[in-house]
């Protein structure tokens, strides 16, 4: 009798088993397409070129009278660990007609990622031929420490890549009529955050440019002695903050467990794990990301891409 009811007990845990990997299997790979808005305010909602010009009326085709920008913003690749079809994501920012992307890190695992890698950032930056702008992970740097040349082998690795590829370690860039600052990890990054976003800003404001910041992991803005209660010393607020890292809980415990015990970050134990929030005065977007860590497997979430729209709000 006891073998039996052993044999019945483990036979359902291998079904409900089954039917939990074949569910969160297919969370990870069904792609999401997100869109939010945030307020435009180069030179006072301008189109960014300081004249306040331009072909409003169908914006890239969008039709939206007050959009002054679009891209699209992904995070968190994990290339070995990526279930989504290139072919999806592509699809998606060519859809949405995207002015250029914004990936803020984690493309890899480890080095013999780089080279697969490349080719997924290439495929976009030649597919769409638009701009693909990438912030560094907590993941990317890990893997370029144990490079030859370190950080800068990693990035370089990338900036010879065909099309319009670009790679910001606490250094700025201008697409689409918007400043794009990106800083780097908060587990690597210099110190210099500050300094750097107030600079950023001087110059959006000056060249009437959006001015949107990209980093890995939102706990950049609460760090000790970094941008936290320094929203108002700006010369001009970011339209948005893009950050990932989190994967939006990827598999979500009760009580979001995932976060508060078996994870350090100090923002997802206070409950920001995704979505938009408002962090010390700065408008976040934190992405579930396109990858996986650990296993290819999703639930309560799926990987997206988030298509930003800089408008008159």
Request: a neutral charge; aromatic letters at 8%; charged letters at 25%.
């Amino acid at each position: 009798m006891f073998w039996y009811i052993f044999a019945i007990v483990i036979s359902l845990l291998v079904i409900v088993s089954s039917i939990f990997v074949k569910k969160t299997s297919k969370n990870a790979a069904d792609l999401y397409i997100v869109e939010e808005k945030f307020p435009a305010r180069g030179s006072n909602g301008s189109n960014g070129t300081g004249n306040g010009t331009g072909d409003r009326d169908a914006f890239r085709g969008t039709g939206d009278r007050d959009a002054f920008g679009r891209f699209c913003f992904i995070s968190d690749v994990h290339i070995s660990m990526m279930p989504v079809k290139w072919g999806d994501v592509l699809s998606a920012i060519k859809n949405e007609k995207a002015e250029y992307v914004v990936v803020t890190g984690d493309l890899v695992n480890k080095a013999k990622d780089i080279e697969r890698a490349k080719q997924f950032v290439l495929t976009l930056a030649l597919g769409a031929e638009i701009p693909v702008i990438i912030t560094l992970g907590n993941h990317d740097n890990e893997v370029a420490e144990k490079l030859p040349g370190g950080k800068q082998e990693f990035i370089d690795e990338f900036k010879k890549l065909g099309g319009d590829v670009r790679v910001l370690d606490d250094e700025y860039t201008i697409a689409g009529g918007t400043l794009i600052g990106g800083l780097g990890d908060v587990a690597t990054g210099q110190g210099r955050e500050v300094e750097l976003v107030a600079r950023w800003a001087e110059i959006a404001k000056a060249e009437g440019l959006e001015f949107v910041l990209a980093t890995h992991n939102a706990d950049l803005f609460v760090k000790p002695g970094g941008l936290a209660g320094k929203i108002n010393e700006l010369a001009m607020r970011p339209s948005c903050v893009l950050c990932g890292h989190t994967h939006g809980g990827q598999i979500r415990l009760i009580r979001h467990l995932e976060f508060s015990v078996i994870k350090n970050d100090k923002l997802p134990k206070r409950g920001i794990f995704y979505g938009r929030h408002e962090v010390e005065g700065f408008d976040v977007y934190i992405t579930s990301g396109l990858g996986c860590s650990a296993l290819p497997l999703r639930s309560g979430t799926h990987p997206e891409v988030v298509v930003v729209i800089l408008s008159r709000m």
